[in-house]
């Protein structure tokens, strides 16, 4: 479910019918607080070495994090919509758990194998430390929405509390996200484009690995 909100991006797919077309629409609707990533920002950067993965690293990775801002995205707009006591009220509250799982699982990625296999290949220390400040950054928000998730029960489901839980990681959250897409960009000019693949997939593998349960 999450992967394919992210492809509701910006205009509707082209050739379905009529009336799922309008429940897509409808569907694809919440996009605040979090901004969306609309462009990598590929073809105004200057100076990346023609088909170099660092393009096509971005381009995933903005999916991916476009895939959590739905997510995120879509929890806050039901918020102001389900009642305390309600199993709808248990089902959004399993759904951020759900959200924040992915949301850390990611981090931890990146922390553990994309960020120091960069500098390693690169031999240039620190390369990646700003991605790693913006993650400590976030931590607190975090895992006050962890908390939340996983503590409340439905008698004490409040959308207004849920919602402040949110805007108070929102904005340093929406930053890196958007950000973390210039640097790996930005890799093109140090890292070769088949040693950065290398590193991109054994990074998506293992993230595959960790994530699927039924594996």
Same mark, same amino acid.
Do not use: W
């Given at each position: 479910?999450?992967?394919?909100?992210?492809?509701?991006?910006?205009?509707?797919?082209?050739?379905?019918?009529?009336?799922?077309?309008?429940?897509?629409?409808?569907?694809?609707?919440?996009?605040?607080?979090?901004?969306?990533?609309?462009?990598?920002?590929?073809?105004?950067?200057?100076?990346?070495?023609?088909?170099?993965?660092?393009?096509?690293?971005?381009?995933?990775?903005?999916?991916?994090?476009?895939?959590?801002?739905?997510?995120?995205?879509?929890?806050?707009?039901?918020?102001?919509?389900?009642?305390?006591?309600?199993?709808?009220?248990?089902?959004?509250?399993?759904?951020?758990?759900?959200?924040?799982?992915?949301?850390?699982?990611?981090?931890?990625? *990146? /922390?553990?194998?994309?960020?120091?296999?960069?500098?390693? #290949?690169?031999?240039? @220390?620190? !390369?990646? $430390?700003?991605?790693?400040?913006?993650?400590?950054?976030?931590?607190?928000?975090?895992?006050?929405?962890?908390?939340?998730?996983?503590?409340?029960?439905?008698?004490?489901?409040?959308?207004?509390?849920?919602?402040?839980?949110?805007?108070?990681?929102?904005?340093?959250?929406?930053?890196?996200?958007? *950000? /973390?897409?210039?640097?790996?960009?930005?890799?093109?000019? #140090?890292?070769?484009? @088949?040693? !950065?693949? $290398?590193?991109?997939?054994?990074?998506?593998?293992?993230?595959?690995?960790?994530?699927?349960?039924?594996?």
């Amino acid at each position: 479910v999450l992967s394919k909100l992210a492809l509701c991006h910006h205009g509707e797919p082209p050739f379905v019918p009529v009336l799922l077309n309008r429940f897509l629409t409808n569907f694809c609707r919440p996009e605040t607080p979090f901004k969306l990533i609309s462009t990598t920002g590929a073809l105004s950067t200057p100076n990346i070495p023609p088909n170099h993965h660092c393009v096509a690293n971005a381009r995933f990775m903005a999916q991916t994090h476009n895939t959590i801002f739905r997510a995120l995205n879509s929890i806050y707009a039901h918020s102001y919509h389900v009642r305390t006591s309600t199993d709808s009220a248990t089902h959004l509250l399993s759904y951020c758990s759900i959200t924040y799982d992915f949301m850390h699982h990611h981090q931890l990625i *990146e /922390e553990s194998h994309y960020f120091p296999e960069i500098e390693r #290949v690169t031999g240039i @220390k620190e !390369l990646m $430390s700003e991605n790693l400040f913006q993650h400590k950054a976030m931590e607190k928000g975090m895992e006050a929405f962890r908390r939340y998730a996983e503590t409340t029960r439905k008698e004490d489901f409040d959308g207004a509390n849920l919602r402040a839980v949110i805007d108070e990681f929102q904005a340093p959250y929406e930053k890196h996200q958007h *950000e /973390e897409i210039g640097t790996i960009l930005s890799l093109g000019k #140090v890292i070769d484009s @088949k040693v !950065l693949k $290398s590193i991109d997939m054994k990074m998506r593998e293992e993230a595959e690995r960790q994530s699927d349960v039924f594996k």
